[in-house]
């Protein structure tokens, strides 16, 4: 079975930090797809970035930067210099896909609150 | 244009109304889906459509029913629900054929009354 934990249920740190969210996926499946989704308190879910299994270099967008390891199975995600506007419920997904579509595994969540 | 439109934003419904709401996308994505998000929890599959046919029903009770006019339009049709139904709904669709990303509207927030 798929699962997605996110051990970290709220994290609050002060505006400038850096913060890490974590997160550790279990799958039986070779091919596989991980996703972070951001939830801003307005209620939209959106998507932040795509890994597929097969490719295990990070990547860094921004402030934003992201580190895959298969070896621990965890896709982790870090916020450098946080922003007020980072705060925000953020999800890590896992995806068994299909031909045309896919099915979401959503982790429970972590709320980050950036603090002035 | 990654938008993915739904309407209404509020609705507030009695246990014997029947409401539908509305999700639309101009994308051409071939997948779309609905999802039903509790406070303070991930969103949950309810259905999922792939070229325009139902490939998912998570058992969703009856009192909930999908519907996709066409690939831009999805429809969820609501009856004699319950109160513990009041939560927020959220649409999604993904391009498949190897991009699998949701993208997801901004929900709809439904209150039974």
């Known amino acids: 079975a798929q699962k997605v934990t996110q051990a970290q249920t709220e994290i609050s740190v002060v505006e400038k930090e850096d913060v890490t969210l974590d997160c550790v996926y279990e799958t039986r499946d070779t091919t596989y797809y991980l996703f972070w989704y951001k939830q801003p308190p307005s209620g939209e879910l959106v998507f932040l970035i795509r890994?597929?299994?097969?490719?295990?270099q990070n990547e860094i967008s921004g402030r934003y930067s992201w580190n895959f390891q298969k070896s621990t199975s965890s896709f982790n995600f870090t916020i450098t210099a946080s922003q007020v506007v980072d705060s925000a419920v953020y999800f890590c997904a896992l995806s068994e896909a299909w031909s045309s579509a896919s099915k979401i595994i959503f982790g429970s969540g972590t709320r980050l609150s950036i603090r002035p | 244009d990654t938008e993915v439109t739904q309407t209404p934003k509020h609705l507030v419904m009695g246990m014997t109304n029947k409401k539908s709401l509305k999700c639309e996308q101009h994308m051409g994505h071939r997948a779309m889906y609905w999802y039903k998000q509790k406070a303070k929890k991930p969103p949950e599959l309810m259905f999922v459509y792939s070229y325009e046919k139902l490939s998912i029903n998570e058992s969703v009770p009856s009192r909930f029913s999908p519907e996709c006019p066409n690939s831009s339009l999805l429809n969820l049709h609501l009856h004699a629900l319950q109160p513990e139904d009041s939560a927020l709904y959220l649409c999604?669709?993904?391009?498949?054929?190897?991009?699998?990303?949701?993208?997801f509207g901004p929900g709809t927030r439904l209150t039974v009354t």
């Open positions: 890994r597929n299994s097969f490719d295990e």
């Open positions: 999604a669709s993904s391009p498949g054929q190897g991009e699998y990303e949701q993208y």
